[in-house]
């Protein structure tokens, strides 16, 4: 009996497009479960950009690959819906800081939570061992910094 080759994985790049796709779908229905609704992903992403010490327009947009008229944009929704806010800039009078509000740092939470559960059910799947083995190698490759939507 001839053994057959096995049938190739699908290639590296989409299953790491596919996994990140995964890790935004679980924070997003951990932070819609924690009663979080009007908030979508991009939010997450600008999020993380503002804590702990805010941003500017600018540098939002800088963050999340998008012009100043599209962050601006994301801002006024994230401020109309409480969860940022426009402060003065402590080192530029002509700019404005955005930063999250109790109600952004209790989304942010339950964000975190989403992660860890997350985090949680690949180790349970994988083995504390490959995840870490995983993640080591991920972070040898993948430049930092670099958390963004991939497209608006």
């Known amino acids: ?21 995964e890790v935004t779908d679980a924070v997003h229905a951990g ?7 009007d908030i979508r992903p991009s939010h997450g992403f600008a999020f993380v950009r503002m804590a702990p010490d805010g941003a500017t327009v600018g540098e939002l947009a800088a963050h999340l690959g998008v012009t100043k008229q599209a962050a601006s944009q994301l801002v006024e929704e994230l401020v109309s819906k409480g969860y940022a806010q426009r402060n003065p800039h402590p080192r530029d009078a ?50 930092p910094g670099r958390v963004r939507p991939s497209s608006w």
């Not at 057959?4 to 990140?20: E, I, S, T, W």
């Open 94 to 143: 002509r700019a404005r800081l955005i930063t999250l509000t109790d109600r952004g740092w209790a989304v942010t939470r339950a964000a975190d939570a989403a992660l860890a559960a997350f985090n949680r059910t690949w180790a349970e799947t994988l083995g504390a061992a490959t995840l870490s083995e995983v993640r080591d190698g991920l972070a040898r490759v993948v430049r």
């Open 1 to 21: 009996m001839s053994r057959r080759a096995p049938v190739p994985a699908p290639d590296l790049p989409l299953l790491l497009l596919a996994a990140a796709a």
């Open 31 to 37: 932070v819609v479960a924690a009663g979080f609704a």
